[in-house]
RNA sequence: GCCCCGGUAGCUCAGCUGGAUAGAGCAACGGAUUUCUAAUCCGUAGGUCACAGGUUCGAAUCCUGUCCGGGGUACCA
């Protein structure tokens, strides 16, 4: 069992249940079909069941009449919530300010950790962006990378030791090609009329890497020396790193294919899928008996050409990260890999490898608007913006925020030339506002008010401040759907509430105010829990809490 | 061909493990500033939740079909 800090909001909804469980028993009804749920709206009681609306059926009554009958059932919580009854058969929980009030000095206690989990012994493992080092970062890996990077953030949070990790393509096509492009830009800089390859990478990039080949080893190299091909895999990661530095994500390891073959790992994948009659060859190329698993047509594993299709590498470098005994192992993919992905979860499965605790996580792609254009990006065309550009108009905060503002399973359409323009209208900076002018606020305050008395918390009673207590108490349940569902652009959405309710708040009442310390001092622990709510959440996008603005 | 995602206010999007009167930001209009930071707040206006069926006490949410838009994919990864 989990044990969490900030566990007492996950309390009140088991003292719900507990209390419906309770009538169930005193009237020997045995049903487990009901849910709780937060309201929103106001009138209706803090949350409300259905289990009314279900039970009548099983007990042939109105639902109404069920819905009094159990607002009538003697509650030994009642000093925590009351009950009601509504039309057409809901049961009310109308939980006492009290509640929330001892929640503030739960969040003030435990500051920093409050809503966080204490460590569980549990490991994780994060791969993303995993670009191949062919060009650098486009806008299309940023939101990878600050997916991916948010989601170790949410993981760390919920408890797990995570490990996050780069896998890239040291050894395939791609690669060669890239080589052979980095010679045909060297020739042509030394003079010699030599051909682009097919399909081969046209950058800018490149031509700068060419040009320090030149400045280094001379003009006197031929076009297989081993130079073109480690100097621009050597040169490009380099900018790949700072590049993803100067967001703020680091890598704990970086894991490249070519291992995979230096130990046999890939051959004992083809083995053993050979062994257990699994595979075959036909038109010189292995195949992958998918179908006869139920799962489509069979699948490509080595081409014809003898190089191995993605899947195959894949397949072995998952088993390896299996086989390093994580217990929750993250895939953070791009909308390209939403064919191939189930083949290596299959193929893994043939291994006899556990794959239950593999989470994979598809993101849409980012479509680019260049002077009202669509573009459609491509690494190897030169036909991309990158992050690096990016960054030159954006500061991260507004980055990382960015990227997140859409749910992971939506197209993200980013148009350069409005983005500045939208940044100023970007709600990270709402959120940042309401920190700032706690921060000032908490400053005023030591100046103003020089006495010391008890904190009375009860003294906070009005609608603004009630409503943003509330909400403050929510962040761990909030925290629990995030781990489930690895979606961070929910903490954003949250973070939105409660700077809005801060916002309202402030605006509505004065915190500071000398002939009423007593109520003053309540008020700024009211804004010192929001403060820190608002602190750890940022913290786990990795978005800066500025004092100032 | 196969697969994925989306269609909600004028625009950009939340809400989707079914719940009560569908929300926010921007844009528009009106108000609040000798301020504890106006990067804020309050108010007004704005809707056939693409369409059609189905499931049920109840559907924006689940199922089926259709239409429209975006994307991926075939021995590149």
Known sequence: MVRCKGGKNMNLKKLMNDFLQDYLNQNKIKFSEWSININNQVGFGDYSSNIALKLA??????????????????????????????????????????????????????????????????SANVEFV?????????????????????????????????????????????????????????????????????????????????????????????????????LTEKEIFSNIKNTLDSIGIKFDVFTKEGTFYKNGAIDNVLKTLEEKNLSYEKDGAVWFKTSSLDKGEDKVLVKSTGEPTYRLPDIAY???????????????????????????????????????????????????KKGGEVVKMSTRKANFITLDELKEKLNPDIIRYFFIMRGANSHLDFDLDLAKDESEKNPVYYLQYANARISNLLKRYDLEISAKNDINYSLLKEK???????????????????????????????????????????????????????LSLARKKLCEATKIILTNGLSILGISAPERM
């Open 130 to 230: 995993s670009s191949n080092p062919t060009g650098p970062l486009t806008v299309g890996h940023g939101r990878q990378a600050i997916l991916g990077d948010m989601v170790s953030n949410i993981l760390t949070w919920s408890g797990y030791d995570v490990t996050r990790e780069y896998y890239y393509n040291d050894a395939g096509k791609q690669m060669r090609v890239l080589a052979e492009s980095c010679y045909a830009k060297y020739a042509q800089q030394i003079g010699k009329d030599v051909k682009m390859p097919e399909n081969g990478y046209v950058g800018t990039y490149l031509d700068e890497i060419a040009e320090k080949i030149v400045y280094k080893y001379g003009k006197d190299l031929e076009s297989d020396d081993p130079i073109f091909r480690d």
């Open 57 to 122: 059926n099983v007990l042939k009554k109105t639902p109404i009449e069920i819905a009094k009958n159990i607002a009538n059932h003697p509650n030994v919580s009642e000093n925590i919530f009351s009950l009601s009854a509504s039309k057409p058969g809901f049961v009310n929980f109308h939980v006492s300010n009290n509640y929330y009030l001892e929640i503030l000095k739960q969040i003030i206690s435990e500051s920093e950790n409050f809503g966080k989990k204490i460590k569980l012994n549990k």
């Open 464 to 518: 603004d401040e009630i409503a943003l207590a509330k909400l403050l108490s929510e962040f761990p349940s909030k925290m629990e759907d995030v781990l489930h569902s690895l979606e961070p652009r929910k903490i954003a959405t949250y973070l939105e509430e409660v700077a809005s309710a801060y916002h309202k708040f402030y605006g509505n009442h004065k915190v500071i105010n000398p002939q009423n310390a007593d």
């Open 318 to 368: 998952h088993a390896d990260k299996i086989d390093r005994g994580f217990d929750l192992i993250v895939d953070i993919f791009g909308a390209d890999h939403i064919d191939t992905y189930p083949d290596v979860i299959l193929g893994l499965k043939c291994l006899d490898k556990k794959t239950d605790h593999i989470k994979v996580v598809i993101h849409q792609f980012v479509t680019i």
